[in-house]
């Protein structure tokens, strides 16, 4: 589906979830996270680049494991600390993870995704045709609910500092690991809130598509 058809639907509130295709399981738990190797962090950053060339295939698994564990993942478990910091530590940013088996919340403890709706909601992740079949897109959500303890003018910018700070790690992983990424902020906030079945109390902020087949598209 091209830019214009989705815009179309759009307008008519018709740009909807596909059915899922695969495995219907509701939690999918995630090999541990490989924690050695990769670029050094130097060399990532030279690589660091958004790219559009995007194409059907998972993402293989140890991969998803280790991407979504830099987003937003445990990194010193006594004090539940995270790789991605966070306003008064409210750990307000969720993690969503839109796939051709449906739409997962992505739970740090226990390392583990949680199926939150059995749709195939890639399509509406953004306005872009390379969303559709890509193997998957990320969308960052903020809970306001977590955030009782920031001043209500000051929630949305902490959220976006937030999801900035994860959508970077998923962009350093990328580099290091060879795969293609980019992030968005370009879609229909009212269509992509119902296909989630998200509340009053959860935000949209930006969405990132990953794929496992590098592009030589740059930003």
């Known amino acids: 589906m091209n830019t214009l058809t989705k815009l179309a639907l759009g307008l008519m509130g018709q740009l909807k979830p596909l059915p899922p295709v695969g495995d219907a399981a509701t939690l999918r738990s995630l090999p541990s996270p490989s924690l050695s190797g990769g670029m050094p962090l130097m060399s990532a950053l030279s690589s660091r680049q958004s790219q559009r060339d995007f194409a059907p295939g998972p993402l293989p698994e140890q991969a998803l494991s280790d991407l979504l564990w830099a987003a937003g993942g445990i990194n010193r478990h006594e004090l539940g600390g995270r790789t991605t910091p966070s306003a008064m530590n409210a750990q307000e940013v969720l993690i969503y993870v839109a796939m051709p088996q449906g739409i997962f919340l992505y739970e740090p403890v226990p390392h583990a995704l949680l199926k939150m709706v059995a749709s195939d909601v890639r399509r509406v992740t953004g306005n872009q045709d390379f ?12 809970d306001h609910t977590r955030m009782k303890h920031v001043p209500a003018a000051q929630r949305e910018a902490y959220a976006f500092a937030t999801a900035g700070a994860m959508a970077q790690n998923v962009y350093l992983y990328c580099a290091s690991e060879g795969l293609a990424t980019v992030i ?24 990132q598509t990953v794929d496992p087949r590098k592009s030589e598209q740059l930003a």
């Open 131 to 142: 969303v559709d079949a890509a193997p998957l897109d990320l969308v960052f959500v903020a």
């Open 184 to 207: 968005r902020a370009w879609f229909d906030r009212d269509a992509l809130s119902r296909a989630m079945g998200l509340d009053a109390d959860h935000q949209l902020l930006l969405s």
